[in-house]
Nanobody
Framework: DVQLQASGGGLVQAGGSLRLSCTVSGGIFGDHAIGWFRQGPGKEREGVTCIDSSDGSTWYSSSVKGRFTISIDYAGDTVYLQMNSLKPEDTAVYYC?????????????????????WGKGTQVTVSS
């Protein structure tokens, strides 16, 4: 049974940092990608970043590239999202999700596509 648990959200001032964690159980590390998505108030779901657990390759949306870093801890079955230089427009509920890499890339780029496994979201609020 695959489960994802996101944590680490909170309230931070603009320019600050937060680190989100996504703990994954169910033995999918090694052949699935883990993605982070966010949905701000009144906005459509947005793909943020992903990491392919098979080879560690990563992808970032243009809105976060250079500010966010995704990493993976294979020993702890955890994916981290380090968010630096946060902006008010980063305010959203952040979700981690897992699927094969092709499905993950599709979901990151187009919100009409889903992911096989989703965790509950964690709220990130950036004040100006």
């Amino acid at each position: 049974d695959v489960q994802l648990q996101a944590s680490g959200g909170g309230l931070v001032q603009a320019g600050g940092s937060l680190r989100l964690s996504c703990t994954v159980s169910g033995g999918i590390f090694g052949d699935h990608a883990i993605g982070w998505f966010r949905q701000g108030p009144g906005k459509e779901r947005e793909g943020v970043t992903c990491i392919d657990s098979s080879d560690g390759s990563t992808w970032y949306s243009s809105s976060v590239k250079g500010r966010f870093t995704i990493s993976i801890d294979y020993a702890g079955d955890t994916v981290y999202l380090q968010m630096n230089s946060l902006k008010p427009e980063d305010t959203a509920v952040y979700y981690c999700a897992a699927d094969l890499i092709t499905a993950t890339m599709a979901a990151l780029k187009d919100p009409q596509y889903g992911m096989s496994y989703w965790g509950k979201g964690t709220q990130v609020t950036v004040s100006s």
